[in-house]
């Protein structure tokens, strides 16, 4: 069977979460953590120890989805990096003691300064190395303090440069893992992005997590599987494991439950692994 979990964001709290999650046969809850009702970085050892023990009572497992959507993994300003860097990590000790399995990042984009000559982007050709030893020791940072939560790099803005300090990082043998948002890996009028696919493909391997959602010609996103119009049969051909953790990021809980069974029924169909 898939280990499904889904994405939380409208539950009203850690509690009701978890309990949905077992409810609609669920795995696991992925929480997200731009959600101010879930930043566990303000939970006590008390609250800590009940939401644990009601996911071990639940036999539902508990990830997290980082926050950062509106600051980068490759900030360099000495104050702010040091800031994120920090709260970070006190999401990872606290993650550790609810016994989290995963923390999804979002590394950005770096800078971007496009020129009124040629219409291009010289800045970062004449930065990259600085952007992507930036983002290197930034997630070295993370990864060094991770504890047993492990931390999964995900392809949204995932351009070259982190590409780039994402293989060399994989090459040093760092444990550093790979989540696939399909929706993502597709630019408006679903087309695939040839780069981050082919990144994909060459470290396939380390891909432990599948976001799953439709997405229309539009671009709108976090749809029900039918509602958009992504053709999902490359996906589960291609990059599926049952070992992987497949977060359904349909929302709220219920359609998520009602994603889940389509996409079981995706997986049987092709002959999941």
């Not at 803005?157 to 090459?171: K, P, R, T, V, Y």
């Not at 396939?204 to 958009?228: A, C, F, N, T, V």
């Amino acid at each position: 069977m898939p280990n499904f979990g889904y994405h939380a964001v409208y539950e009203e709290n850690f509690r009701s979460a978890i309990k949905a999650a077992a409810d609609y046969d669920f795995q696991y809850v992925q929480f997200d953590l731009n959600v101010p009702r879930f930043y566990i970085d303000r939970l006590n050892r008390r609250q800590l120890r009940d939401i644990e023990s009601l996911s071990a009572d639940s036999g539902i497992r508990i990830s997290f989805h980082s926050p950062g959507d509106n600051i980068s993994l490759f900030t360099d300003y000495p104050l702010v990096r040091k800031g994120l860097l920090d709260h970070l990590k006190l999401i990872l000790e606290k993650a550790n003691q609810l016994n989290a399995h995963h923390l999804t990042v979002h590394p950005l984009y770096p800078p971007s300064f496009r020129r009124a000559d040629t219409l291009e982007d010289s800045f970062l050709s004449e930065h990259q190395s600085y952007f992507k030893d930036i983002l290197k020791e930034n997630l070295t940072q993370l990864i060094k303090t991770a504890g047993k939560v492990l931390i999964f790099v995900e392809n949204f803005n995932l351009g070259n440069i982190a590409n780039m300090a994402i293989s060399e990082m994989i090459s040093k043998r760092t444990d550093i893992f790979l989540a696939l948002d399909w929706a993502k890996m597709h630019t408006d009028g679903l087309a695939a992005n040839e780069d981050q696919q082919s990144f994909y493909i060459e470290h396939k391997s380390l891909i432990r997590e599948l976001h799953l959602h439709d997405m229309d010609i539009k671009g709108k996103s976090h749809l029900s599987p039918g509602q958009g119009s992504l053709d999902f049969k490359p996906l589960f051909r291609q990059f599926f494991d049952q070992s992987q953790c497949l977060t359904i990021e349909v929302r709220p809980v219920l359609e998520a439950a009602k994603a889940k069974g389509i996409f079981t029924q995706m997986i049987e169909e092709i002959g999941g692994k």
